[in-house]
């Protein structure tokens, strides 16, 4: 029954909304610190729990006093360890269950201790429900940390492997020019001919060019290659990535994308190259905003989208399309499906594992 409820609450979930913004964890776990100290505090004082003074026990105000304490403690107890679950098993998406659940607690801790009046103190609920509040919030925060942490970890691993790239690449240029004015230099002292002249004159201007334009992407940290991918055998058909790179190859940075982490490689679509490559991005995820795979994390580049539409919007923009291919190759997932044909016949898979409800061809 909890697994079908636990369920069920997954399928309902929204969007987590924090109950009390603050601006990173570090701060959550500050406030978090502060209201441990105040209930505790609250129970060490007596305002936690309170029951009834003027109970008897064998016509002894005494022992009723001293019984009524003993069972308000062992309530609060119950009530505190039912608090205490419910923060340690706590997930953002499942805190007004848990505040359903911390009520429900004190209300059936009132109807128990009614005959001595004992019940949990609206101060001291207070402060366990905003204890609650704040954990879901300082979990939700801690996992937007982590996944902006990953994305910008990412970020430079690639801006590295880009700067590196052009820095070999202006190191190989730079020699190829040196050595193409040493030749043009022996020409011009040696009597060559105007026609080897003008042949030697034209390689150097070339070699000077391709440099130029390599020192142009250094220091141009917008220039790059906005790419269209996708992975049939993964996410199914209808499915697209659109991201950027700085690297000189884009193609090494598709090839990257489909390592391990996938069962198989991306195939590109479109590979376009613009000196505000980074503006370009940001204006085709504008324009696909609707079509989102994700719409809570947008920093994941997927799109219910064809190629064929977003060659359309790149041709409404600025950008040297450089390759465009609208039908995905997905050799290994065609190798695969015909493998398993012919070796397994028509086994059986679970419900899905064929993405998108494609079948293989």
């Known amino acids: 029954m909890i697994e079908t409820r636990e369920a069920a609450l997954l399928q309902e979930v929204g969007i987590y909304e924090f109950r009390h913004r603050l601006e990173d964890a570090a701060a959550y776990k500050g406030r978090l610190a502060v209201l441990s100290d105040q209930f505790k505090t609250l129970a060490r004082n007596g ?47 499942k805190l007004e269950s848990a505040l359903s659940r911390l009520s429900k607690s004190r209300e059936t801790i009132a109807k128990l201790g009614k005959t001595m009046s004992i019940e949990v103190t609206d101060e001291y609920h207070r402060l366990r429900t905003a204890e609650l509040e704040l ?40 020699k190829e020019a040196n050595h193409r004015r040493s030749v ?35 220091a141009n940290v917008r220039a790059g290659y906005v790419y269209v991918i996708s992975n ?26 489909g390592d391990a982490s996938v069962p198989f490689k991306f195939d590109a679509h479109a590979l376009v190259f613009s000196e505000d490559a980074v503006g370009l991005e940001a204006d085709l995820h504008r324009a696909l905003a609707a079509k989102r795979v994700n719409l809570v994390n947008l920093r994941r580049e997927y799109f219910y989208a064809s190629p064929a539409e977003i060659q359309t919007l790149m041709e409404a923009r600025h950008g040297q399309l ?37 079948t293989s061809r």
């Open 184 to 218: 043009l230099a022996r020409l011009q002292t040696s009597g060559a001919s105007p026609e080897e002249l003008e042949a030697a004159q034209a390689a150097l201007g070339e070699v000077e060019s391709a440099l130029q334009g390599v020192l142009d992407r250094e």
């Open 47 to 93: 305002g936690a729990v309170v029951g009834a003074t003027t109970w008897q026990v064998n016509g002894s105000a005494a022992q009723g006093r001293k019984m009524v304490k003993d069972f308000s403690k062992l309530m609060l107890r119950a009530y505190n360890n039912e608090a205490d679950n419910l923060v340690r098993t706590m997930k953002p998406y």
């Open 232 to 257: 049939v055998g993964s996410f199914g058909e209808g499915i697209i990535k659109v991201g950027m790179t700085r690297r000189l190859e884009p193609m090494d940075r598709v090839h990257e994308l």
């Open 322 to 358: 450089l390759q465009f291919d609208e039908l995905p190759e997905a050799v290994e997932w065609h190798q695969s499906a015909t493998i398993r044909r012919k070796e397994h016949g028509d086994v059986a898979l679970p419900a899905g594992a064929v993405p998108g409800g494609v």
């Open 135 to 174: 954990t879901a919030d300082y979990l939700a925060m801690v996992a937007e940390e982590k996944e902006r942490a990953r994305e910008e970890r990412e970020r430079l691993r690639e801006e590295r492997k880009a700067m590196a790239e052009l820095k070999r690449e202006e190191e190989r240029l730079q």
